[in-house]
């Protein structure tokens, strides 16, 4: 027991009556019912019980300025058994306050410096402390109006000096309960919180391990080698595909330096350079982007892939594309490597470009050579025109000498310079038939310089099938009968066939095909077989079956000059009939072929158009053979009779070819 001078009023002994003690009906209420989840509570009425701590001592502030009342209130709540606090001021408290937590303040109102109510206003405003129950201590004054200033100020009880002990032990039990359900359900609360962020973090786990799996496979089955390296270079990850790759197993690989992928002196540091990209250097740069500024270099240092040189376990190289990630995580960096074998894409590579390196060089040869062989035509072009140019004139001034020769030579055989004897007249005959050789050689050479110059034209008429033949052989009847050879003629023309050609020239090829046939036919019959197509064109083939030509030979005759050597070249001839009757063919817009076999005879076919006008008929143009120009003139006059035979030169000569 204790006295306080300052306040001019005692603090009595414990009481048992009930005092003067007053309990707000909230407080007294949850005093029975509230301590009943721990401990009986005590009771107000009937003796001190006192409940023992549920667990742990609970701290109760006692504040008063006076040691003995500090002590009186110590005396009266040692028996709860709790963990009792002293503070001698107002200042005090609020220090004490701010170390620790209490379950209830017993708080002393008039105290010199800061008085109960300042000190509980204090405590209120502070959110650490605003819940702490305050119960008001005072001896000076019941009245409403101090009380009323203690609950306004904050407090939830109010006991005025001297006390009842078992009251005030009453009330600061049910304080003490109230914490401790408070606490309990503080701790219950975290417990559920804590049950909760478990529960989460496991199902945030399962999901980690589901993604990983997922991720694991894809890793697994990609087609590119993918391998994962810390900062210090050990092998984090080394899937399927880099394992075919590398030829190496996972197992022996993580965990081991990176470097061992690569040939001797290959550098960790340059594949982490590759992350040193601007937005790399962003994200090193810290805050305030700079996750994104991370994400931002890794996306860039993934997006270029890099050419590097990998090693196989049996230290082979092989050309390397790969794309770097790194991720810059908290516990350090992550790179990551996509990696593609491309020795058989830089194979591919290099061969094309070998070949278009060839291709490239084969065409500037080209370009030589072609540029050569276009001057070489224009040469040739120009020597051509050149020898028609010398052919014409001197075919020309050949011509009336040669005619002059002839001329006389028919004279004197005519006896019109008096009788020759048998030896002059056979001089003469030779004399004769040489220069009519000579003639017959000098026409065939006007004709083609004439064609290749593209000055022959064309006298187009229509030409009727099979009469034309039948004129012919009126021609060449004495040719024929010389060499003892049967002429006939098949027609399947169906009635007469009309065409439109150049008669003069249709039977200038046609003489010389039959010439040949009687010259090279052994005495053998030839038939002319006459075919009206279905196109309106006429195919007439002469056919004999005399010595032939061998298959290598068959090419060159149509070539000028081309004389098949056999027993029956005496029979003379200028080797240029064919080449003009073949140019000659295409002029009209047809064909001359030929077929032939050594011992068996030959068969030349002339294939003509239904009309070789190009204005009458534009398919004919190209049929026409290449290289030879036409100068053509339609005339619509019938078709005349041969000339009559004559010593000028352009009558048939004695082979019966025309001029
Ligand atoms: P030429 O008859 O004036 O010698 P051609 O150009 O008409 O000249 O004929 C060229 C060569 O083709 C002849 O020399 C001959 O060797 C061969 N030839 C042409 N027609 C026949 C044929 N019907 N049978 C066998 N050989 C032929």
């Known amino acids: 027991m204790s006295e306080r001078v300052s306040g001019g009023e005692r603090l009595s002994e414990p009481r048992t009556d009930g005092g003067v003690g007053r309990a707000s009906g909230g407080a007294s209420g949850g005093a029975s019912g509230g301590a009943s989840g721990g401990a009986p509570a005590s009771d107000a009425g009937g003796g001190v019980a006192v409940a023992p701590p549920a667990s742990e001592p609970v701290n109760l502030l006692l504040v008063d300025d006076r040691p003995e009342n500090l002590l009186a209130l110590e005396a009266i ?30 708080l002393d109102v008039q105290m010199p410096g800061m008085n109960g109510f300042e000190v509980a206003q204090v405590i209120k405003s502070r959110e650490k402390t605003k819940h702490i129950p ?40 049910v304080f003490i309960d109230l914490y401790r359900k408070q606490q309990q359900i503080l701790r219950q609360e975290q417990l559920l919180r804590e ?54 197993k996972a197992s022996d690989v993580i965990g081991g330096p990176v470097t061992a992928l690569f040939p001797t002196g290959f550098r960790t540091a340059r594949i982490m350079e590759f992350c040193d990209s601007p937005a790399a250097a ?22 270029v892939p890099h050419a590097l040189t990998g090693m196989r376990a049996g230290g082979d190289e092989f050309p390397l594309e790969v794309t770097v990630s790194c991720l810059r995580l908290p516990s350090g960096a992550v790179y990551t490597l996509i990696g593609r074998d491309v020795t058989e894409r830089q194979r591919a590579d290099d061969a094309l470009r070998r070949q278009t390196q060839e291709i490239a060089d084969t065409s500037e040869q080209l ?56 030896k002059q007249v056979h001089g003469i005959q030779r004399t004769h038939k040489a220069a009519k050789h000579l003639l017959e050689l000098v026409n065939d050479v006007l004709d083609l310089s004439k064609i290749e110059a593209g000055k022959i034209e ?34 399947e023309t169906d009635g007469p066939r009309s ?59 149509f070539d000028e000059f081309v004389q098949v050597s056999n027993a029956h070249q ?31 005879g030959s068969n030349f076919t002339l294939s003509l158009p239904k009309t070789a006008d190009p204005r009458l008929d534009g398919a004919i143009a190209e049929r026409r053979g290449s290289g030879v120009q036409r100068a053509v003139e339609f005339h619509a006059t019938p078709q005349s009779p041969p000339p009559p035979p004559g010593p000028d030169g352009g009558a048939p000569g004695a082979d019966g070819r025309a001029a």
Do not use: C, W
């Open 282 to 303: 962003a994200a090193a740069a810290g805050p305030p982007d700079a996750d994104a500024a991370a994400l931002a270099a890794a996306a860039a240092s993934r997006q």
């Open 367 to 422: 370009r030589v050579v072609n540029d050569e062989l276009k001057m070489r035509q224009l040469q040739l072009e120009e020597a051509m025109r050149a020898r028609n140019r010398f052919y014409a004139s001197m075919s020309h001034e050949l011509r009336t000498p040669i005619n002059a020769i002839i001329g006389y030579n028919t004279l004197l055989l005519d006896n019109i310079y008096g009788p020759l004897n048998e």
């Open 134 to 173: 305050i119960i008001f201590l005072t001896a000076i004054s019941k009245e409403d109006i101090y009380v009323f200033k203690g609950y306004e100020v904050g407090a939830v009880d109010y006991m005025s000096k001297p006390f009842n002990p078992d009251i005030l032990r009453s009330k600061v039990s």
């Open 570 to 600: 005496r029979e003379g001839g200028t080797g240029l009939g064919l080449p003009i009757s073949q140019r000659l063919a295409q002029l009209l817009g047809g064909t001359l072929a030929v077929q032939s076999a050594p011992g068996k």
């Open 195 to 248: 049950s909760e962020r478990r529960e989460l973090e496991l199902r945030h786990r399962a999901q980690l391990l589901e993604r990983e799996a997922q991720l694991a496979e894809i890793v697994d089955s990609a087609m590119d080698a993918i391998i994962t390296f810390d900062e210090s270079g050990r092998v984090t990850l080394f899937n399927a595909a880099a394992e075919r790759m590398f030829r190496r």
């Open 499 to 557: 065409i439109v050609s150049d008669p003069r020239r249709v039977r200038q090829i046609l003489l010389n095909l039959l010439s040949n046939a009687i010259k090279f036919g052994e005495k053998k019959p030839i038939r002319v077989r006459v075919v009206a197509r279905d196109d309106g064109g006429v195919d007439v083939s002469v056919i004999d079956q005399g010595v032939g030509i061998s298959e290598e030979d068959l090419p060159r005759i």
């Open 77 to 106: 709540l040692e028996p709860l058994g709790q963990h009792l606090v002293r503070a001698n001021s107002g200042h005090e408290a609020l220090r004490e306050l701010l170390r620790r937590d209490f379950a209830v303040i017993l």
């Open 458 to 491: 064309l006298s187009l008429q229509p030409v009727v099938f099979p009469a034309l033949v039948e004129d012919l052989f009126v021609t060449v009847r004495p040719l024929a009968d010389e060499h003892r050879t049967e002429l006939t003629m098949e027609s």
